[in-house]
């Protein structure tokens, strides 16, 4: 891994997200990627985990936050004007000069960190680590958004949630998975989207793969989708190439979520 990061072998995708009502796209997701000379195209879940405890986790963080930036920040000159999420693990939050590396990247870049959201897992609030909630608080402070991603799988108190400096939750796609199959993952979706609204937080579902799944989602309230029905995550030129596909639909057929419809799987 680390030969890999020497030689450059790591490369970001961003898979799409967008605004459940009208149906235009209102961010993206920058996800790791590791292209291995031998092994080929290796996920995140492998290699995370291992940059986690050997602590290469900072330098590879360090790493997306400022090339994702450098991207978003080219494409909002294009008036490509999308939201950047970055997922963030606890190590990264508990280390000392984590809040230094998310300002140069939004000075080097010349991004607004109004654009940049922060996805963070249960587990900073589950060990309560007050480095990590202390780091929190200083990003909410520069205007930067917090999400926690892969909601309602930990066990969070309520009332820590309600405390802390969040502004969305991202419902996990085991629950968007069941609906319209499960009737408990329906209700805990239902769940979640309330709590969340009666915190005044903003909702986005990950994972949604089907039409039934959307209109669910939709209806409830719901208010922005990611998955495989909107699209994969993307190289940069293919990202491009979407966007100017759902901008020209959403601008000819006005508000219009429906186009996800019969949206084909790529
Ligand atoms: P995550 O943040 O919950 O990301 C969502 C994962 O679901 C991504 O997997 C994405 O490719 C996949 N996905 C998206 N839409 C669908 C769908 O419709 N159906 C299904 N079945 N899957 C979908 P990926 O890219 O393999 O990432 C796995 C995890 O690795 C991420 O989960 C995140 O926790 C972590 N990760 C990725 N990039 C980074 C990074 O730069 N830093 C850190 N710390 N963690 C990262
Ligand atoms: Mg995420
Ligand atoms: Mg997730």
């Known amino acids: 891994m680390r030969r890999g990061l020497m030689d450059d072998e790591f490369f970001l995708v961003y898979q799409p997200q967008i605004e459940m009502e009208s149906g235009r796209a209102c961010g993206v997701e920058a996800l790791l990627r590791w292209r291995d000379p031998e092994r080929g195209i290796i996920g995140p879940s ?14 590879l963080g360090a790493r997306v936050l400022r ?3 450098r991207q978003v920040m080219a494409w909002h000159r294009m008036n ?30 010349g991004l607004a960190a109004r ?40 066990y969070s ?17 085991r629950f968007v998975h069941g609906l319209e199959k499960n009737r408990s993952d329906e209700a805990i979706t239902q769940a979640i989207i309330a709590m969340s609204h009666s915190l005044g937080l903003r909702v986005i579902a990950e994972g949604v793969e089907t039409a039934a ?33 759902q901008d ?19």
């Not at 492998?46 to 330098?59: K, V």
């Not at 060990?127 to 926690?148: C, D, R, Y």
């Open 157 to 173: 108190s309520l009332s820590y949630l309600a405390r802390l400096p969040i502004q969305g939750v991202k419902i996990d796609q």
């Open 115 to 154: 654009y940049l959201d922060l996805e963070i897992t249960e587990s900073v609030i589950i060990t309560h680590h007050e480095k990590a909630v202390a780091t929190l608080i200083k990003l909410k402070q520069l205007g930067v958004s917090i999400t926690v991603d892969d909601f309602g799988t930990g």
């Open 248 to 266: 020209e639909e959403t601008r000819i057929v006005g508000r219009q979520a429906d186009m996800w419809r019969g949206w084909r799987r790529t």
């Open 67 to 69: 090339e994702s930036c």
């Open 80 to 109: 490509m004007l999308l939201r950047l999420s970055v997922n963030l693990s606890v190590q990264q939050l508990q280390h000392e000069g984590w809040l230094g590396v998310v300002e140069e990247a939004l000075k080097s870049s």
């Open 213 to 245: 799944q959307f209109e669910f989602l939709k209806s409830h309230g719901c208010e922005e989708a990611q998955g495989y029905l909107i699209s994969r995550p993307l190289e940069e030129p293919e990202l491009r190439s979407w966007w100017k596909m």
């Open 46 to 59: 492998e290699f995370i985990p291992i940059a986690e405890e050997s602590g290469m986790i900072q330098a």
